[in-house]
């Protein structure tokens, strides 16, 4: 079995998780705080350019959970409180809140974050997204 890759970024008492085999690319990050997500350059991550709030209120909205985070002193990262949807332009259907999810062979899985699921119909991933929309250049 192949090792997770996790890699971790600080600032404050803030530690930013990065798990790049769940990212879907979804651009929710670089877009909203530029200055931190830099995909070309190394660290990527730059956490010193943003306040720990804005960094935390990122990271909620990725849709993956590729991005998490914990504050020194807290177990975990906030979940969210009310069920939202939103459609991302060109990419996924994104569901933010407490879900309970049965999949088409019966099983359920309990979703507490944001949850993104395949609008383009290629995911090797279904229901979830898994980043096909980018390389099928899907619009909608």
């Keep these: 079995m192949e090792k997770e890759i996790v890699k971790q970024y600080e600032k404050e ?8 085999k769940r990212c879907i690319h ?6 909203t705080l530029p200055e931190v997500y830099k995909p070309k350059e ?3 991550i730059q956490p010193e350019n943003a306040t720990v709030a804005e960094l935390k209120a990122q990271i909620e909205k990725c849709p993956s959970g590729a991005l998490t985070y914990t ?9 969210t409180k009310s069920t939202e949807c939103t459609i991302i332009e060109n990419g996924p259907l994104l569901v933010s809140g407490t879900l309970t999810v049965t999949l088409a062979n019966g099983s359920v899985e309990t979703k507490k974050r ?16 898994d980043g096909t929309h980018n390389t099928i250049d899907f619009k909608g």
């Design 13 to 20: 008492d803030l530690t930013i998780f990065w798990k790049p």
């Design 26 to 31: 979804s651009e929710i990050c670089w877009r």
């Design 42 to 44: 190394k660290p990527w």
């Design 71 to 79: 504050i020194k002193g807290e177990t975990k990262m906030e979940e």
């Design 114 to 129: 944001s949850t993104a699921f395949c609008r383009c119909g290629a995911s090797e991933n279904k229901p979830y997204c």
